[in-house]
């Protein structure tokens, strides 16, 4: 089993930045890949980015590509997400993922068998 912890969220005014953080422990050899999820009020949990643990490939909703970029540090078993021009439709709780097998594409939910609590992003206008 993979443990995620998320760091990082809070509360920002459109336009500003912030980094979101991902700490991964336990069972971390087993990791395929790594996503970020989030989920607004009376919404479902959507895709934002992934990232593949072994060549870094990464993977972007079309919503926030060209404003989030996510990154990793394998030898922190850590990753990250850079969220920059935040807008107040990014306001939601985000979730770190993890993907332990090659099975399903990095866009599903149903891909990942371990997330973190989620940390809270808001952005005001």
């Known amino acids: 089993q993979v443990q995620l912890v998320e760091s990082g969220g809070g509360l920002v005014q459109a336009g500003d930045s912030l980094r979101l953080s991902c700490a991964a422990s336990g069972r971390t050899y087993n990791i395929y890949g790594m996503g970020w999820f989030r989920q607004a009020p009376g919404k479902e949990r959507e895709f934002v980015a992934a990232t593949s643990w072994s060549t870094g490939s990464t993977y972007y909703a079309d919503t926030v590509k060209g404003r989030f970029t996510m990154s990793r540090d394998n030898a922190k078993n850590t990753v990250y997400l850079q969220a920059n021009n935040l807008k107040p439709e990014d306001t939601a709780v985000y979730y770190c993922?993890?993907?332990?097998?090659?099975?399903?594409?990095?866009?599903?939910?149903?891909?990942?068998?371990?997330w973190g609590q989620g940390t809270q992003v808001t952005v005001s206008s």
């Open positions: 993922a993890a993907k332990t097998s090659w099975r399903g594409s990095y866009d599903s939910i149903a891909a990942y068998s371990s």
